[in-house]
């Protein structure tokens, strides 16, 4: 599961802007404002084609395992495969439900405050992933293992090993690399918001 981050550069741009504002006079609030609005905008495009994404795949897998389930003998993998992909759609659907839109007539507080709860529920989205979106499909595959007879060198070992270290590297580049990704830029759109006290001091 590819999960798509603002690049870093974007924050500290941000960042920059309220240095410089600092220095050479007032904030400007609403420009900020409507930058970081911007900034959260994209971010929620972004997780929305790549939930399209993850859905588009979902539909492929469910239209194969129902003409899969047309044979008797292989309905019993059909319909478990049908559960797995069923499963990951609807967790990764009710993940994001709950995400309130921007409201137009915030102020760059509570943009800022959206642009950080979004951040934290993708950590959060991340970090559990062997479970929703790893362990599933592995189930599945170890199914497959057990009831399909292997024809290749190896027999069900080779499958299971080649199965497993597959589903932990899906969940290191999701919890380990994307994690780390989404805390480094978290980290600096945090800093955003440290860089307006002092100029708001000085105001």
Known sequence: MKFDQE???QEKELIQMWQESSL???INSGQLAREIAAKVERFDRKILWRNRREY???VVLIVWFLWLSLDPVRRPLAMAGLVAAGFVMIFLWRSHRGT???DAAADVRSYHAALLDRYDRQI???RRVRYWYVLPPYLWMLLVIVLVPSRFPGGRISHFLVATLFAAFVAWLNEGYGVRKLRASRRNAEALLQEE???EREQ
Request: charged share 15%; proline share 28%; glycine share 16%.
């Open 124 to 126: 959060r989205l991340l």
């Open 24 to 26: 050479s006079g007032p």
């Open 7 to 9: 690049p870093i550069d």
């Open 100 to 102: 309130p839109p921007l």
């Open 56 to 58: 588009a795949a979902g």
């Open 197 to 199: 006290e002092p100029g």
